[in-house]
């Protein structure tokens, strides 16, 4: 068994979900490595996602370990069995790793939720959005590198529009509307494609506004990802040194109470779109 480079999140992930279900069984690595057959230090590297396992033996663990819910085994099965090359593997390596993480996140969701307080979401933006704030990095991104950035991000944004239509809800605040990254002509242009994209009949998009009362969460920033069930759900979180990707159980009730609550001080989709449509105006 060839141990892997770097896995990917969703490599970890099923390794992850396989050692939950190992241990709520209340069995040891050693244990569940002689009922398959193998070496701990192959069951170790398996739980780690640095080495694959078949479907067959996902199953054959998950009635070992007596789990009771038969549409997380099946959806465990299909992470071991995806083949998927996305079209974020042509960046692999030459981008960081979770950008390829989030794309392939992203790819595989059956909703997304949104909670925005500094920047237009990446599925939103437009390509001079995009690079105005891939441009502001500091230390500045290396020559020729700024263009894969901004060609990464508006790949990502084709899930929007596939035609296994992926329900997608953000909430803006007003600040995100309101802060211009470059010039007015973009910011322009930034708020005409919020007002397109909030016309697809998967796109909920929701505002903030200054005035509202009752609204402290200003530091509320989060994607949400639904898997194919919500023990596989996911939150992206952006940290001064990277992302976090949060999957324990406690994290993610906490992380859709959340959105709930930031979203209760928003306005409805109409109204927003009205909201946006006159700061569009303005400029």
Known sequence: ???????????????????????????????????????????????????????E??????????????????????????????????????LPPE??????????????????????????????????????????LPDGELDLWVACRMHRQQVLSREDLVPYEAVLHESVLRTRVADQQVARAQLDKLLLQSERPNVSLRVIPFDVDGF????????????????????????????AFLDASAQLHVMRTLFRKVESASLDPARSRDFIHRLSKEL
């Open 216 to 243: 402290a969460g200003a530091s509320s920033s989060l994607l949400y990802v639904g898997g194919p069930v919500t023990a596989l759900d996911t939150v992206q979180r952006d940290t001064p040194y990277g992302s």
């Open 99 to 140: 950008f390829m993480d989030l794309a392939e996140l992203e790819h595989h969701a059956r909703a997304i939720q949104v909670v925005a307080t500094a920047h237009v979401p990446g599925l939103l933006q437009t390509e001079e959005y995009a690079r105005a704030v891939f441009g502001y990095w500091v230390p500045p």
């Open 1 to 55: 068994m060839v141990a892997r480079i770097q896995p990917t999140a969703r490599q970890v992930r099923l390794g992850v979900e396989l050692r939950k279900l190992r241990e709520a069984a209340g069995l040891s690595s050693r244990q569940a490595a002689a009922f398959l057959g193998t070496s701990p230090a192959q069951m170790s590297q398996v739980e780690a996602g640095n080495a694959g396992v078949s479907g």
């Open 57 to 94: 033996r996902v199953r054959r663990l998950a009635v070992h370990y007596a789990c009771a819910d038969p549409e997380l085994v099946d959806a465990l099965v299909e992470m071991a069995t995806d083949r998927t090359q996305g079209w974020w593997e042509e960046y692999r390596n030459v």
